[in-house]
């Protein structure tokens, strides 16, 4: 089967949740024989030649858009305001670059288009149609109402505005999108349930994939604690930046009215302004930007945190953490949409002092969870992480793409 895949963004290097999202899902459809065109947008710096090599280990067709930021760009993207959400917007091409990009996509003659992440979803729908191929889409959030949060966390005017423009029309063509998708896939069983109530009857879950085989043997003690405590996550995204402000100005010192030498990594990916100057300003608060290895990461830390007060779908950086056999102290936002049965490995705290209380608690007991003499209740939990997350998910998906393509 031949599969035109659109990434709403670059999926490598993987360095927080949407892209981990996205690469694993296209490791597993390559793995499985599927042959992949990518078609994918990128911002900034262009992707190095290492990038692109690692990509086409899984794709045999690239195509990288670039989001422009020219004078002329910006003007034609206000006058597609008018019609689509700015996320959508900027992703929009036109004249000689669709018809390359149309005649790229002619060539490879995809079964079908698969949009990962609805922002790209102007350009996959313009490809089902002129194609003539079904498409389908795979949901990250129930995207206008975490527009909506995002907006509410955003501290800067600045950004605001731009979370304001992010709402634009966003209800209407999200639900639009979603409705003339052969199937969509979302992302965790809450969502789902959101549009079936919608009367959006072609959804399917597809949860986010784990892989345990990257983990170390769990048996085997961290041999790197450097920090009592480690946050890892996206940090310019506007609930995720309040999240760790909110940790670090009213947990924290909390936490050292009992432990007054407690060390702190926050890690992530592109810090804003204002986290990388709360952190320089607080006493035994490390910032590591853009780390190399997410598991290295978790394994420097005695407790692991997901101090996120808002969002949507579920938070990657949740599942991530369950890998590490570590206590894990979250908010409730940090767990949602996650099975009844994984948030059992959760320690949930919503306000500051039993936020404080129970990462305190942790580090006197200087314990892990499950105990390092308990491998039978890692294994079991690994197992269960398997249930949910594990590769063979993407089987059921597969043949569900090729139902859609024999019929």
Request: aromatic fraction near 8%; glycine fraction near 6%; proline fraction near 6%.
């Amino acid at each position: 089967m031949k599969i035109t895949l659109i990434c709403q963004e670059i999926p490598y290097p993987a360095m927080h949740g949407s892209r981990i999202d996205m690469w694993r899902r296209i490791k597993a459809f390559a793995e499985r024989g599927v042959e992949l065109q990518l078609i994918f947008w990128w911002f900034g710096t262009p992707p190095t030649t290492e990038t692109i090599a690692q990509i086409c280990k899984y794709a045999s067709k690239l195509h990288p858009i670039q989001i422009e930021q020219t004078s002329l760009s910006r003007l034609r993207r206000i006058t597609d305001l008018f019609s689509y959400p700015l996320e959508t917007s900027s992703r929009l091409i036109k004249g000689q670059k669709l018809a390359n990009l149309m005649n790229e996509a002619r060539d490879f003659n995809p079964d079908i288009i698969f949009l990962d992440g609805i922002h790209g979803g102007a350009i996959a729908t313009r490809l089902s149609q002129e194609l003539q191929v079904p498409m389908v889409t795979r949901s990250h959030n129930i995207e206008h109402l975490y527009a909506q949060k995002m907006f509410a966390a955003a501290i800067s005017i600045k950004d605001k505005f731009r979370r304001y423009l992010a709402m634009l029309h966003l209800e209407r063509y999200e639900k639009k999108l979603l409705a003339s998708s052969a199937l969509f896939y979302d992302i965790s069983a809450d969502d789902l349930r959101f549009w079936q109530a919608q009367n959006l009857t072609n959804g399917r879950l597809l949860p986010p994939l784990i892989e345990l085989a990257a983990v170390e043997s769990p048996n085997i003690p961290a041999l790197n604690e450097s920090y009592d405590i480690v946050f890892l996550g996206n940090l310019n995204a506007e609930n995720n930046v309040a999240g760790v402000i909110w940790f670090l100005t009213e947990v924290l010192p909390l936490i050292r009215d009992r432990l007054p030498q407690v060390t702190v990594l926050i890690a992530g990916f592109k810090p804003v302004d204002r986290i990388v100057q709360i952190c320089h300003h607080t006493e035994r608060v490390s910032l590591q930007i853009d780390p190399i290895s997410a598991s290295d990461t978790y394994q420097s830390g005695k407790v692991l945190i997901n101090p996120i007060l808002t969002g949507s779908g579920v938070k990657i950086k949740s599942i991530e953490m369950l890998q590490f056999g570590k206590p894990i102290v979250s908010t409730s936002e940090g767990v949602s949409g996650l099975p009844t049965a994984v948030k059992q490995y959760f320690s949930i705290a919503n306000e500051p002092a039993t936020f404080a209380a129970t990462i305190g608690d942790f580090l006197l007991a200087n314990c892990t969870v499950p105990p390092s003499d308990c491998p039978g209740e890692m294994l079991r939990r690994r197992q269960l992480l398997q249930a949910y997350f594990g590769g063979e998910i993407i089987d059921k998906t597969i043949a569900e793409i090729q139902s859609i393509v024999r019929s």
